[in-house]
C-alpha cells in the first residue's frame, strides 16, 4: 500500500494561532482553502512535523477522526507583507516543506465536563490506546487537543508525540515496551471502554506494510532537516529505524493495555476530582 498526502502551495498567512510552542498559523493554500500550518523553522524544527504526519498516519489507519494533513510549501516571498518581525523571521525559516491540518470552521474546544455529549466509551478506549501507543503526552485535561466540529471530536496536535526520535541511543527494547506513565492524566481514561478490545482492533490494523507506508508518506526533506532532521545517514535508515520502533511497540501492545487498564480501574475507585480548567 502507499499514501500519498495532498501538496499545496501556500498563498496567503491569514492568522496566527498563539496556542502551543510552534507558533501554528491558519493559511490559504491555492485551490487547496484553508489550513492550520506548523513551520518548520519553529523552534522545536522538524521533528514535531515528523510526529504530526506518524500520528496522523496511524489515526487514520485504526479509524480516529482527524482533520485532513496536507504538505504545505512556501513560496521565497511568502509572508513578506507581514508587520510582525517574529512571525517574518520564522516564515523565512520555514520556506519548502511545513504540514497543514484542514482548517475545521465553526469548531471549539473539546470541554471535559461535556464529554458525554459527543464521546462514548469506545472512543475513549481507542484514544487511550492511541495516545499510549504514540507516548502522546498532550491529552490531558489542561490540554486536551480536541476540537469538536459537527457534533464529533476531532484529534489535534501530535507534536510532540513519538519524543523518543529525540534521543535514539536511548531507545532500548525495555523502553520501547515501557507502559505510558501519563495515561493516567488522559482526559479520557474514565469514560473508557473495552482497553484491551480497543487495542486488539488497533494491531490488527497496523500491519508492517501499513506502518511502512505511513513512514513513507514523510517527505525526505523532513525527516532529513539539516537543522533538527533524524542523524542517520539517509532517509531509508531513519525510514527502517522508525518502522522498527513502531513495529516493536505495536507487538507490546498487552503491556501498556494493561497499564491503562490498571488506571483506569484505579481512577474509578478514587473520590471523583474536578476537572482542572483549560490552559
Known amino acids: 500500500m502507499s499514501i500519498t498526502l495532498p501538496r499545496h502551495p501556500a498563498t496567503r498567512y491569514v492568522q496566527p494561532l498563539r496556542e502551543g510552542g510552534s507558533l501554528p498559523a491558519v493559511v490559504d493554500t491555492d485551490a487547496g482553502g484553508l489550513y492550520v500550518a506548523k513551520f518548520r523553522g519553529a523552534g522545536q524544527g522538524a521533528k514535531v512535523l515528523v510526529a504530526e504526519i506518524i500520528a496522523h498516519g496511524i489515526a487514520t489507519s485504526i479509524g480516529l477522526p ?7 510549501d512556501l513560496p521565497d516571498r511568502f509572508g513578506q507583507s507581514e508587520p510582525d518581525p517574529e512571525i517574518q523571521d520564522l516564515l523565512k525559516a520555514s520556506r519548502g516543506i511545513n504540514i497543514g491540518l484542514r482548517y475545521l470552521d465553526g469548531a471549539f474546544n473539546f470541554d471535559p465536563v461535556a464529554a458525554h455529549e459527543v464521546v462514548d466509551g469506545p472512543f475513549a478506549a481507542q484514544l487511550v490506546w492511541f495516545d499510549a501507543f504514540i507516548t502522546n503526552p498532550d491529552r490531558t485535561a489542561r490540554n486536551p487537543n480536541l476540537m469538536v466540529w459537527q457534533r464529533k471530536p476531532w484529534l489535534i496536535d501530535h507534536g510532540a508525540a513519538l519524543y523518543m526520535h529525540y534521543d535514539w541511543p536511548s531507545v532500548t527494547e525495555e523502553r520501547v515496551a515501557t507502559p505510558f506513565p501519563l495515561t493516567k492524566q488522559h482526559v479520557l481514561l474514565l469514560r473508557s471502554g473495552d482497553i484491551e478490545a480497543a487495542g486488539h ?14 513512514i513513507d508518506s514523510v517527505p525526505d526533506e523532513l525527516l532529513m532537516d539539516p537543522v533538527t532532521g533524524d542523524e542517520s545517514p539517509d532517509a ?3 525510514r527502517a529505524r522508525y518502522v522498527s520502533y513502531l513495529s516493536r511497540r505495536r507487538d507490546a501492545s498487552p503491556t501498556f493495555v494493561a497499564a491503562a487498564v490498571e488506571a483506569r480501574d484505579a481512577l474509578r475507585a478514587s473520590p471523583s476530582q474536578p476537572y482542572p480548567a483549560r490552559r
Do not use: H
Request: charged residues 15%; proline residues 4%; negative net charge.
Open 66 to 72: 482527524v482533520p485532513e494533513l496536507a504538505i504545505i
Open 201 to 214: 482492533a488497533a494491531v490488527a490494523a497496523l500491519k508492517d506494510d501499513v506502518l511502512g507506508a505511513i
Open 236 to 238: 531509508a535508515t531513519a
